[in-house]
């Protein structure tokens, strides 16, 4: 049995995430992204499942650059979530949560219910935690103030709070994508039923002063007729001006079209990074809702 890192406590969105391809796996909560990396890269745990982008709110910079920076572990799967955020309150406060003080939450969750906030809880500040199911702990551990959470309805169960209002977030096609993160290459074996297809994610650091670059980069996918899912830059952190590429291509490394790319991208003077190629999950609502027990 493998030990999974997970972004905790329990009932975030990650739990799920993680239940969905390690269901027999035993799941270890950690209280930031960093940590669970941290914890692959000491031998404490096997996997980690952290999440990387929203639909609404982009990329989860924090995860993309201490894999890129701290630490370099390999992408061996990834996990897609619909996002559903709920009201959560203690049970003492159901009749007057109109009256609610302040919102706790995770920054992401925060800004997805923000046209909520803003016209239906005007008067009430908000307020950051490192996760979902760490807002929904912190409410039921203050039965005596006027606060609630946003979380999901697996957080509700959790920690004994009621859904004040459900389904918050200001938009319908909301989803959250997790990597499955490990530290060597050998593989993980699922039984999970979501399997949708194969993703390669590539690091690609362009020369400098090399007029036209970026053109000719994608050109060495554009004429294999590789399809990209996305393609994102990020700073080196080493001066203005200075960035790295992130590559998904739609397919599963192979032995000639993505090897090819590589090769003609090294010619261009261009540092390549495999990031890793691994299976793509997908969840529907219904599975994302259930109450998971430990």
Known sequence: MNKIAYLGPKGTFTEVAAKAVFPNDKRVPFSSIPDCMDGVAKGLVEFAVVPIENAIEGSVNLTLDYLIHNQKLLIHGEVIVPIEQH???????????????KVYSHPHAIAQCHQ????????????????????????????????????????ADQ????????????????????VILKSDESDFTTQSPFYTG??????VTLPADYPGALHQVLSA??????????????????????????????????????????????ALQCQVKLLGSYPCFSLSKKFSEVKIKS
Request: hydrophobic fraction near 45%.
């Open 198 to 203: 194969d993703k390669t994610t590539l690091m």
């Open 221 to 266: 996918f554009a004429w294999r007729k590789l399809n990209l899912s996305k393609i994102e830059s990020r700073p080196m952190k080493t001066g203005l001006g200075n960035y790295f590429f992130v590559i998904d291509v739609a397919m599963k490394m192979d032995d000639v079209l993505i090897p090819g790319v590589m090769a003609e991208l090294e």
């Open 116 to 155: 909520f906030l803003r016209t239906t809880l005007p008067n009430a500040s908000s307020e950051y935690m490192n996760s979902t199911g760490a807002a929904a702990e912190f409410v039921a551990n203050h039965p005596e103030l006027p606060i609630a959470a946003i979380g999901n309805l697996l957080a």
């Open 159 to 178: 920690y004994d709070l009621e859904i004040a209002q459900q389904k918050i977030h200001d938009y319908e096609n909301n989803h959250t994508r997790f």
């Open 87 to 101: 009201l959560l309150v203690h049970k003492n406060h159901v009749s007057k949560w109109t009256k609610i003080e």
